[in-house]
C-alpha cells in the first residue's frame, strides 16, 4: 500500500481524528523504527497514497518513534497544527500553523524541542484520552515512570505561543514506577492505558489501577493465565479513545476492561490533597460538597483566618449547625468573623426561612451597631473628631458604616421594623435610623427629624416623593415655611402636587404674622398669587387672605390691582370676585387703606359713600366714581352735585377763581348740572354779574331745548294725522271677488248660496243668502268656517285650545245679543265705525277681532302656519289604516287576492 516506504518499518501512525472520513483520510503522520515522520493521505477510491513526504528525520540519536498523535485545531482561517511524538527516551512537540510540511520547516532549522528522560524500556509507550475526537491529556511510559500532562490546545493563549509548547502543556508530571508496587524492586511496566482518572498500568500478569491525582494504586486486577493454552505472560494494552473502550490481550485472548463511574470518589481525592476547587468540580450532592467547605473552613479556622473560615461554614447545610459555628466565633472573640458568616448564611437561606433569615439579619444588624461603637472609643479624640461636624475621620470607621448602610438595604424587608428602630435608637446612632425610616417610607419619622434638625431642603426632597400622602404637605408646612419660606413656596408650586391652598391658610397665617426684614418678599403673597392667577382658584377664604395681606402692606398698588382684577369676570356663571366684599371694606378700613375703600364702596353699589370718601382724598377720584353711574340718571346727578359742594365750598380762592372754577367744572359734567343747580352752594352775598356769561349760557340752552320740543310736538301732530286718514283708508278697503272664484280648502264658489255655518250660524242671523268669507291680499279666498277648520287642524294644541275658547265666548254672547245684534256676521266684521281709540268696543266685537286675528291674520297657504308644515309628515298617525290598506302581497286586511282567468 505504501510503496514509497518500502525498506521501512511503520512503528507508529497519527491520524487526523477532526476530519477525517470514510472517504478521504487527510493528512496521516507515519512514524517509523528508524526515526523518520511521514506525511501521506489515502483516498478509499484509490486504495494507495495520494503523497509521502518526508517531515521529519532523527539524525542525532536515530531510535524507533513509537507513538505519534496529531491534533488540528481551526482558529478562524487558520489551520493550528499540534503534534506529539515520543521515542523510548525523548518527547517530541511540534506546532505551527499553515500545513504540516511549513510546521516541520520550522523546526528542521535547528535542534527541535524534546523533553529527555534517562533509561528506556524495550516496551515504551505514548498514550492519550480525550473527549469528542479531541486529546486531552497524554501518558508517556519512560524509562524512570510514566510521565504525563494536560493538553491545552484551544485558548488563544495557546494559539499565540506557536513555538512555545509550554503554553500547550500543562500539569506535567512523572509518576515513578516504585510507587506503583510495595516490596522491592522496580519491575517495569509491560503497557499502559489512560483514562479520565486512572493510569491502567499491565505489569506481568497483573493490571494495576492508579489514581492519577493521587498516584496511589486503588484497585489491582489478576490475570488467570490458562496453562493449556501455552501462553506464558499477557502482551498490552489498548484503548479505544472514542469509544471509551479498553482492552488487555496475550497471544490467545483479549481482555475488555470496564470503566464504571470512575469519579465518584474523585472529591475525595482532591480534598486530601486539600484542592478544594477540583474537589468542589467533582462533587456529587449537597453532602459532598458541605464536607468540602467544612474542610475549607477548618482549615482556615486553624490558621487563624476566621472571616474567611466563616465564609465557608455560611455555604454549609448539613455538616455542623448553625448554633455550633456560631459558638467557635464567640469562643475566639470573633465578632467581626461571626458577622461574615452571619451575612453569608443569609445569602444561602430561602424564602421558607423566613424567621431565621429575620433573626440572623437582626443579629448581624446589631454586630454592626457594636463594631460601629467599638471604633468610635477607639479612635483617639483630638485627630479623628471633627468638631464641626460630629464625624469620625477613621477610613475603617466610614467603611464599616457605608457597609452597615447598604446592609439596611439589602435587608429592609426582612428586619423587624419595631424591633430594628428600637435597636437603632439604642445604640445613639440617629443618622442610621432616619436612613432606615428612608427605607421602610417612614416619611413622617423622617420629617420630624430633619424639622428639628432646620433642614427644610432635605424635608422638601422627602415631601416631592409621589409615594408621600399630601396629608404630610399640610401637617408640616408651618414649620417648613418658616426654616425657609422661598424653598417651600418653590417647592409647593412646583410641577405634580396638587395642593388645596385652603388647607395651607393656618401655616400662610402663621407666617404672616411674624416679623420680616423689609426688602424680604412674601413667600405667602406669592404662593397665593400663584393658586389665583394660575390655577383660577376660587376658594373665597384663599382670596380674603391674600387680600388681608395685601392690605397690611403700606402700599396700595398690589391691593388696587387685585380689587380691579375681578378674577371671576367672564365667567358663565358666579360672581365677579370671591372676595367677601363687607369683610375687605372693614379690613381696608382698619388698615387706612381709603383708596381701596373707595372702590369697595363703589363695587358695592354705595356710591354715595364712595364718593363722599373720595373727596376727603381726592376730587380727581370722586368725579372717577360719579361718572362710573351710568344706568341712574338721578343718581348720577346728586353724586356730581355732592362733588359740585365740595369744590365750591372748599376752594380757598378768591371769589373770582371759585366762579371759574365751577363753570369749568360745569363743562366736566358734560350737560349734566345747570348752572342753577350749583348756585345754591354760593354765598347769598355773591353778586350775578359773575355768574353773567353761565346764567346766559343757560338761557340760551333753555331756548334752544324749547325750540326742540316745539319741532318734536309738530312732528307728533303731523304723525297723529297721518294714522287718522289710515284708518279712515283702512275702514273703506275692500276686494273683488269673482263670480267663480272658489274656496281654497272645500274647493266650492265663494259666492254660491249657502245658509249659516258652524258657529257663525248661532252666533248671529244673516239677511244675506251668501256664506262668510274671508279674502287675503295674496287672493287666496276661504269660507269662514273652512278656514277655521283648516287653522284648527293644522296649528298647535295650545292655539287650538284658544280658538275653540274664543268661539265658546262668541256662541254665549251671540245668544244675548241675538235680538238686536242678528244681521251682523261672526267672521266678516261689523258695519259701523267703531272708536278704538275711545276703547267703546262691545264685548262681542273685542271677542269678534281676537277671532279674526287667530284665524285671519295671515293667509294659511302662504304665512307662517305652510312654513311650519314643511316639518311635518306626509302621512299622520290618524292615516295609518289608509295606508296599510294599500299594501300588496300580505295575509292582511286589504290585501289585493290572486285571481286565475281560464282562456275558453
Given amino acids: 500500500m505504501f510503496s514509497r516506504l518500502k525498506g521501512s518499518t511503520v512503528s507508529s501512525v497519527a491520524w487526523n481524528r477532526a476530519q477525517i472520513n470514510e472517504a478521504f483520510t487527510r493528512e496521516v503522520i507515519v512514524g517509523t523504527t528508524s526515526g523518520q515522520l511521514y506525511e501521506t493521505a489515502v483516498e478509499e477510491k484509490d486504495k494507495k497514497e495520494k503523497f509521502c513526504k518526508l517531515l521529519f528525520e532523527l539524525s542525532e540519536v536515530p531510535e524507533p518513534f513509537i507513538g505519534v498523535q496529531m491534533e488540528v485545531v481551526n482558529l478562524g482561517s487558520t489551520t493550528r497544527y499540534f503534534v506529539m511524538a515520543a521515542t523510548p527516551s525523548r518527547l517530541y512537540i511540534f506546532q505551527g500553523t499553515g500545513s504540516l510540511e511549513a510546521v516541520f520547516k520550522a523546526y528542521s532549522e535547528g535542534p527541535p524541542h524534546f523533553t529527555e528522560l534517562p533509561g528506556a524500556i524495550p516496551n515504551s509507550e505514548l498514550q492519550f484520552y480525550g473527549k469528542q475526537r479531541r486529546a486531552e491529556r497524554f501518558a508517556w511510559l519512560a524509562g524512570p515512570g510514566i510521565y504525563h500532562g494536560h493538553l491545552n490546545l484551544g485558548t488563544t493563549q495557546s494559539?499565540?505561543?506557536?513555538?512555545?509548547?509550554?503554553?500547550?502543556?500543562?500539569?506535567?508530571?512523572?509518576?515513578?514506577?516504585?510507587?506503583?508496587?510495595?516490596?522491592?524492586?522496580?519491575?517495569?511496566?509491560?503497557?499502559?492505558?489512560?483514562?479520565e482518572y486512572h493510569f491502567l498500568v499491565l505489569m506481568n500478569n497483573v493490571l494495576k489501577i492508579v489514581n492519577r491525582v493521587s498516584q496511589k494504586v486503588v484497585e489491582e486486577q489478576r490475570f488467570d493465565l490458562r496453562s493449556d493454552l501455552g501462553s506464558p505472560t499477557m502482551l498490552g494494552l489498548c484503548s479505544d479513545m472514542a469509544g471509551g473502550a479498553y482492552y488487555a490481550y496475550d497471544e490467545n485472548s483479549i481482555y475488555e476492561i470496564t470503566v464504571q463511574d470512575e469519579g465518584r470518589d474523585m472529591w475525595q481525592v482532591y480534598l486530601g490533597l486539600k484542592e478544594y476547587t477540583a474537589a468542589l468540580e467533582a462533587c456529587r450532592d449537597l453532602a459532598q460538597r458541605d464536607s468540602v467547605y467544612a474542610a475549607q473552613a477548618e482549615a482556615a479556622f486553624e490558621v487563624k483566618d476566621y472571616e474567611r473560615a466563616g465564609s465557608f461554614w455560611a455555604k454549609t447545610a448539613t455538616v455542623s449547625t448553625f448554633e455550633e459555628i456560631a459558638l467557635k466565633f464567640v469562643t475566639v472573640g470573633e465578632q467581626d468573623a461571626l458577622r461574615t458568616y452571619l451575612l453569608r448564611k443569609l445569602d444561602f437561606l430561602g424564602k421558607e426561612d423566613r424567621s431565621q433569615i429575620t433573626m440572623i439579619a437582626t443579629w448581624a444588624a446589631e454586630l454592626y451597631l457594636d463594631k460601629i461603637n467599638r471604633l468610635l472609643l477607639d479612635v483617639d479624640d483630638e485627630k479623628e473628631v471633627d468638631e464641626n461636624e460630629g464625624s469620625i475621620g477613621n477610613s475603617e470607621y466610614h467603611s464599616t458604616v457605608r457597609e452597615f448602610r447598604a446592609f439596611l438595604s439589602d435587608c429592609k424587608d426582612v428586619l423587624d421594623e419595631a424591633t430594628t428602630v428600637k435597636l437603632l435608637g439604642s445604640y445613639g446612632r440617629v443618622e442610621e435610623l432616619v436612613y432606615y425610616a428612608g427605607l421602610k417610607e417612614q416619611y413622617e419619622t423622617l420629617l420630624h427629624h430633619f424639622v428639628q434638625q432646620g433642614e427644610a431642603k432635605k424635608a422638601l426632597a422627602v415631601l416631592r416623593k409621589p409615594s408621600v400622602s399630601p396629608e404630610l404637605q399640610y401637617k408640616f408646612a408651618p414649620a417648613l415655611i418658616m426654616l425657609d419660606p422661598h424653598e417651600t413656596v418653590d417647592s409647593w408650586t412646583s410641577t405634580g402636587l396638587n395642593l388645596n391652598p385652603r388647607q395651607l391658610i393656618p401655616a400662610l397665617m402663621r407666617y404672616s404674622s411674624e416679623r420680616r426684614p423689609r426688602d424680604e418678599p412674601n413667600a405667602a403673597i406669592r404662593y397665593l398669587e400663584y393658586c389665583i392667577v394660575r390655577q383660577q382658584n376660587q376658594d373665597s377664604a384663599v382670596?380674603?387672605?391674600?387680600?388681608?395681606?395685601?392690605a397690611k402692606q403700606p402700599e396700595d398698588t398690589a391691593l388696587l390691582r387685585f380689587l380691579e382684577a375681578r378674577y371671576g369676570k367672564g365667567r358663565m356663571e358666579g360672581p365677579d370676585y370671591f372676595y367677601d366684599p363687607k369683610y375687605a371694606l372693614r379690613l381696608c378700613l382698619e388698615q387706612k387703606q381709603m383708596r381701596a375703600c373707595v372702590y369697595i364702596y363703589g363695587m358695592m353699589g354705595m356710591h354715595e359713600e364712595a364718593v363722599a370718601l373720595a373727596l376727603q382724598l381726592d376730587p380727581e377720584m370722586a368725579k372717577v366714581e360719579a361718572d362710573k353711574v351710568e344706568d341712574n340718571e338721578e343718581l348720577r346727578k346728586k353724586l356730581w352735585l355732592m362733588v359740585a359742594r365740595h369744590v365750591i365750598q372748599q376752594g380757598k380762592a378768591t371769589k373770582g377763581e371759585n366762579i371759574r372754577k365751577a363753570i369749568a367744572f360745569l363743562k366736566e359734567t358734560d350737560g349734566l348740572l345747570k348752572i342753577e343747580d350749583i348756585l345754591p352752594f354760593f354765598p347769598d352775598f355773591s353778586l350775578i354779574d359773575d355768574f353773567k356769561e353761565a346764567i346766559c349760557a343757560s338761557l340760551e340752552d333753555y331756548n334752544r331745548q324749547i325750540e326742540e320740543l316745539k319741532r318734536d310736538m309738530n312732528d307728533a301732530t303731523h304723525g297723529a294725522e297721518n294714522i287718522r286718514s289710515d284708518i279712515t283708508a283702512l275702514s273703506q278697503r275692500y276686494a273683488v271677488v269673482k263670480r267663480d272664484e272658489t274656496c281654497k280648502v272645500c274647493g266650492q264658489r265663494i259666492l254660491a248660496s249657502k245658509g249659516a255655518q258652524g258657529a257663525a250660524g248661532v252666533a248671529r242671523s244673516y239677511t244675506s243668502l251668501v256664506a262668510p268669507f274671508y279674502v287675503f291680499p295674496c287672493e287666496h279666498a276661504f269660507h269662514a268656517q273652512c278656514l277655521t277648520d283648516y287653522v284648527l287642524q293644522h296649528t298647535d294644541k295650545s292655539e287650538q285650545e284658544r280658538i275653540r275658547g274664543l268661539l265658546r265666548q262668541i256662541t254665549s254672547l251671540g245668544f244675548k245679543e241675538a235680538s238686536s245684534r242678528s244681521s251682523k256676521s261672526v267672521y266678516n266684521g261689523h258695519d259701523e265705525e267703531v272708536d278704538t281709540a275711545n276703547g267703546n268696543m262691545s264685548p262681542m266685537d273685542k271677542v269678534r277681532a281676537q277671532i279674526d286675528d287667530a284665524v285671519a291674520g295671515e293667509c294659511p297657504f302662504c304665512g307662517e302656519l305652510m312654513i311650519k308644515?314643511?316639518?311635518?309628515?306626509?302621512?299622520?298617525?290618524?292615516?295609518?289604516?289608509?295606508?296599510?290598506?294599500?299594501?300588496?302581497?300580505?295575509?292582511?286586511?286589504?290585501?289585493?287576492?290572486?285571481?286565475?282567468?281560464?282562456?275558453a
Avoid at 163 to 188: A, C, F, M, Q, R
Avoid at 543 to 550: A, C, G, K, Q, R
Fill in 159 to 195: 494559539a499565540n505561543h506557536t513555538h512555545d509548547e509550554e503554553s500547550n502543556v500543562e500539569h506535567k508530571w512523572l509518576l515513578e514506577y516504585s510507587k506503583l508496587i510495595d516490596g522491592p524492586g522496580t519491575p517495569k511496566p509491560l503497557s499502559l492505558a489512560l483514562s
Fill in 543 to 550: 382670596h380674603n387672605l391674600l387680600l388681608s395681606l395685601y
Fill in 869 to 903: 308644515e314643511i316639518a311635518e309628515a306626509f302621512i299622520s298617525s290618524e292615516e295609518t289604516d289608509v295606508v296599510s290598506s294599500w299594501s300588496i302581497g300580505g295575509a292582511g286586511t286589504g290585501s289585493i287576492s290572486s285571481v286565475e282567468y281560464g282562456l
